[in-house]
């Protein structure tokens, strides 16, 4: 039997991801909480309520699972509507907060990766107009301003917005998002001024803080053509893959917005990334349908083999991590991957899973790309989003009702990867031997 250990560098942040709507419970004063009382918005009518209630306090127990377990950092994201409850009030108390927060992180030894914008928007902001009002990237500027003085002491490392490619998709075209607008128009709207935001962020957190590296997260989803000979199968696959995955990031490169028969360019934009996150979670095979208006007429679905997740929402594809890093080295930055898990209520598919992405991570490592970081997507099961309670990402399972937390055998797994710092064999054995031969072969 072959016998091997990966090892990653001395330097390496291992952590997990979580949000502030996710996990805190009880944000009664953003766009989402407003959303999950419109009935039929949510699966289920599901309710976030008090959510993982971090902000009753609970961080400090799942701060001690993740420190307890090996993890030397964690990704965690602020909530706007907390800190500026109104245009012109902001709440020092709910800022006190959070520096707690981040002093316990210091405090067990872990580095904060601190997300600024992930997808929930205060309501007066979204009232008032949100992402497509020309005044969005000041006001997010100012409240950026105002968190980065009041953290800087403990946060060094800023994400600007997650996902801007998946709210500007849920959001605006496909209607799953509030604020549950299906139009072009106003998708290109909103994705212009989230780089506009991004490079006001940019620029006001640099000016306070030099040292800061500042990036943004992608969610790179791959995408493969269905019938890689056809030309329409592949003409849409490259379609979707500009939209989705490309323009974004390269509007903050060279400063130039481009999508389907639209461009822009945005000066101000240009070289405003430290480092870039990446959030990979799976890869579609697509093909040409005229039906699939909404999807730039890519149909996307998992070939019938795929091994896949309790819903069917993930299926099982570490080549596409791979492959989704060796994209992000277009762009000449250090390379963090901000999010990577899988839903799995009885978690017999997530051990399996982290080993076969973290190899993949490994092997880009290997080739000497510039990959800083692996952060797992979940620490706890959480509220997720448009799909409510029905999803389980946590290494802990959480009852949303009595907050009992009950450790997952991945989280085992994971604990033996962050503390030593590699992948072994013998974890691999252990944890998830059906796929000892792939990744071990004699």
């Not at 209630?53 to 964690?74: I, L, V």
């Not at 072994?424 to 031997?433: E, L, N, T």
Request: charged residues 20%; negative net charge; contains cysteine.
């Amino acid at each position: 039997m072959a016998r091997a250990t990966f090892h990653f560098p001395k330097s390496f942040l291992w952590g997990t991801a979580t949000s502030s709507h996710q996990v805190e419970g009880k944000n009664n004063n953003n766009n989402w909480w407003a959303w999950e009382q419109q009935a039929g918005r949510i699966i289920e009518n599901h309710k976030s309520g008090s959510a993982c209630d971090w902000w009753g306090g609970r961080w400090r127990e799942d701060f001690d699972r993740a420190s307890e377990t090996g993890q030397n950092a964690h990704r965690l994201s602020i909530e706007w509507s907390r800190v500026q409850p109104a245009p012109d009030r902001w709440d020092e108390e709910a800022l006190d907060h959070y520096r707690q927060m981040m002093r316990g992180l210091h405090e067990r030894g872990m580095t904060p990766l601190v997300t600024l914008h992930h997808f929930s928007d205060p309501l007066w902001f979204a009232e008032t107009g949100g992402w497509e009002k020309e005044s969005a990237p000041k006001h997010f500027a100012g409240y950026v301003g105002k968190v980065v003085t009041a953290l800087k002491e403990y946060v060094t490392t800023w994400c600007t917005i997650n996902e801007p490619n998946v709210l500007t998709q849920q959001g605006y075209l496909s209607a799953n998002f509030p604020p549950g607008i299906s139009s072009f128009k106003s998708a290109f709207q909103v994705l212009r001024n989230l780089v506009r935001a991004h490079a006001a962020a940019y620029h006001t957190i640099h000016e306070l803080q030099p040292e800061s590296r500042v990036g943004v997260v992608m969610y790179h989803r791959g995408f493969l053509p269905a019938k890689p000979g056809n030309p329409l199968d592949t003409f849409v696959t490259s379609l979707l893959s500009q939209f989705f995955n490309d323009c974004f990031p390269r509007a903050l490169k060279d400063g130039v917005l481009r999508i389907p028969l639209k461009r822009e360019t945005i000066p101000e934009a240009k070289g405003t990334q430290d480092f870039l996150g990446i959030d990979y979670y799976t890869q579609d095979r697509v093909a040409f349908d005229l039906r699939a208006a909404n999807q730039l007429f890519g149909r996307r679905f998992y070939p019938p083999e795929a091994d896949l997740s309790d819903t069917g929402f993930i299926a099982n594809e570490p080549e596409g991590m791979f492959s989704a890093l060796k994209w992000g080295l277009q762009f000449n930055i250090p390379i963090i991957v901000t999010e990577n898990g899988v839903e799995d209520a009885d978690d017999h598919l997530r051990p399996r899973y982290i080993a076969q992405h973290i190899h993949k991570v490994w092997r880009a490592v290997n080739f000497n790309w510039p990959i800083k970081g692996y952060f797992h997507w979940t620490l706890v099961d959480n509220f997720e989003w448009e799909r409510g309670w029905t999803q389980r990402f946590g290494l802990w399972e959480l009852d949303p009702e009595t907050q009992s937390r009950i450790k997952r055998p991945s989280a085992d797994l994971y604990a033996s990867i962050c503390r030593q710092n590699a992948l072994s064999s013998d974890m691999v054995q252990q944890y998830c031997p059906e796929i000892y031969p792939v990744l071990f072969p004699e």
